[in-house]
């Protein structure tokens, strides 16, 4: 699961380069090059939220029914939001468009601001909490068997008051634009927009590391969720995200290399003019970083979705895990990922063997 969501944050390079549409596309050529490059991708950061979900539902149910059905306001606007971005890239340049080019082009920036923003705003309750009461005796209500519900009615929309929440979000908005310049420059052959993306490389790097570390030290310094492996009852301990760390020093390692491999890529792109595959030593350590943040959270006897209106209502691993018969088929199925990595790597290399220039567009782009 935290693999699927290390990923996911990575192929969120596509949201972070159509938020940028506007600001690297100065023409309507350029704007098109901008969109077929990013229309290659869509389906896989798509397919890696579904499959995100899907996994969450077999292997974690409890998790599955209080945050996707207790919180469904939070998810569906971050769905439709998908579902806009699904709808540009189809109809945009087809016949019989009424509302315009541009209008669906605003929906691609629509999504690409909403998207990581939200995404990362949910994932940010894995530490911060969410308002939710579990009660399991409800199951034997015949009226209303629902053994988890959200304590109050905004259904997960509550998050966005929390800063700490937007904090986060808005540190992966500017992580998933960094990632979508590098891979804009990578991707497309044109001056033009590797010199602009350079400039806005910059700016964005800034502000993700200033939200990012504003996040990283408040939870490292706050009470963390803990819960007693021998009576199961969930309290609060200062420190503990920096304590599991510690504790699994092996994360910290990991961690600290992704983080080195992020800089590396970011900083070998903006000093050289020349090099323009910074997008494979940065994604790499995204995907480092976010696996290490989201085992941090689920191991060493963590609660990975704290309750802030019960906290014996708080998720665990233990308490919300599917029966042991679905565990071990899904752990059997965990051995799929390495050919579907291995899928990814071969489709992107099938898309990526001509670079996107101008000559395409002119004689017939895709989207």
Known sequence: MSLLGALLVFMMFVQGANSMIFQLGRNAEERRMLINSTGRKWELTFTTLVT???????????FYSTSFGGAYWLWMVILFSF???AVSYEFQNKLGNLLGVKTFQVFLVINGIVGPLLLGGAVATFFTGSNFIIEKDSITDVIQPVISRWANASNGLDALLNPWNLVFGLAVFFLSRILGILYIMNNINDENLR???????????VLFFLF???FIIHIMLADGYAVDPNTGVIGTLEGKYL?????MWYL??????GALLLIYGIRKTIVSKTYIKG???AGIGVVLVVLCLLLNVGWNNTVYYPSTADLQSSLTIQNSCSSEFTLRTMAWVSLFIPFVLAYIVYAWYSLDKKKIDKNEIQNGDVY
């Open 52 to 62: 995100f979900g899907g996994a969450f539902f077999a292997s974690f149910p409890l």
């Open 83 to 85: 579902v806009l971005q």
């Open 195 to 205: 010199s602009r993306g350079s400039v806005q490389l910059v700016g964005n790097t």
């Open 212 to 214: 990012f570390f504003l």
């Open 243 to 247: 304590q599991n760390l510690v504790d």
């Open 252 to 257: 910290a390692v990991v961690l600290i290399i």
């Open 279 to 281: 997008i494979w030593p």
